[in-house]
């Protein structure tokens, strides 16, 4: 029945049926499956059958769009589940797809397993201008900015933000982490920020890592 479940959730994904997508969540959750088995093993590999596929041109942003909308309608139902932590957080943490780029399936992903390992995440969606990213880092007093792109013509962003970061007086106070289909270490390390995340279980890995000492 789990494993079912499993492959029902990646076909939704795979087909971008929000609704879909979302009965399957709470069918899930109520079957009595852990919030977290339910995303790792059943929505995220379909979105990343979604990625392959638009990597390999058999499919195209309209399906793209659908997926990634399927896939926000299960991971919202999917963190109401996830039991609130009790205590201090691991850390705070602002979230956005850069200026330019409408893509944030791959942030949608890094938003819900952040939640699941106790972070507190302020997400502000895809597209977010430099100036929104710092200014709701200084309001919700976050440890860490995290940013992700999916296209090469806004990486540059990231080296933006790094840079305005420094202008305000601001680059010690976060921790930064950039991620993204084609930015690497390589680029975090050019840009000057201060980790790279490979994926979204990366990514709470590196935070950790960050937070370390705090």
């Known amino acids: 029945m789990t494993q079912t479940t499993f492959e029902e959730a990646a076909r939704s994904i795979l087909s971008g049926d929000a609704d879909a997508a979302a009965a399957i969540a709470k069918q899930g959750l109520e079957q009595g499956i852990d919030p977290l088995r339910l995303i790792n093993e059943g929505f995220i590999p379909g979105i990343n059958e979604v990625g392959d596929q638009f990597g390999a041109g058999r499919l195209f942003i309209p399906q793209l769009m659908l997926s990634a909308r399927a896939m926000e309608q299960a991971t ?12 201090i957080a691991q ?11 409408v893509h944030d399936i791959g942030k949608t992903i890094v938003a819900t397993l952040f939640k ?7 997400d502000l969606g895809r ?11 200084e309001t919700n007093n976050v440890d860490i900015i995290g940013t992700s792109t999916l296209l090469t013509t806004t990486m540059t962003v990231q080296k933006d933000l790094e840079e305005a970061l420094k202008e305000a007086g601001l680059r010690d106070k976060y921790k930064t982490i950039v991620g993204g289909a084609p930015v690497t270490k390589r ?13 979204a279980l990366d990514g709470v890995r590196v935070a950790k890592e960050l937070l370390k000492g705090r």
Request: hydrophobic letters at 50%.
């Open 76 to 87: 919202e139902i999917i963190n109401a589940a996830f039991p609130q932590q009790e205590g």
């Open 91 to 101: 850390g705070k943490i602002v979230i956005a797809t850069v200026e330019g780029d």
């Open 116 to 122: 699941a390992n106790g972070f507190e995440v302020i």
């Open 127 to 137: 597209d977010v201008p430099t100036a929104r990213i710092i200014e709701a880092a």
């Open 187 to 199: 680029w975090a390390d050019r840009i000057g920020a201060d980790a790279y995340a490979n994926d």
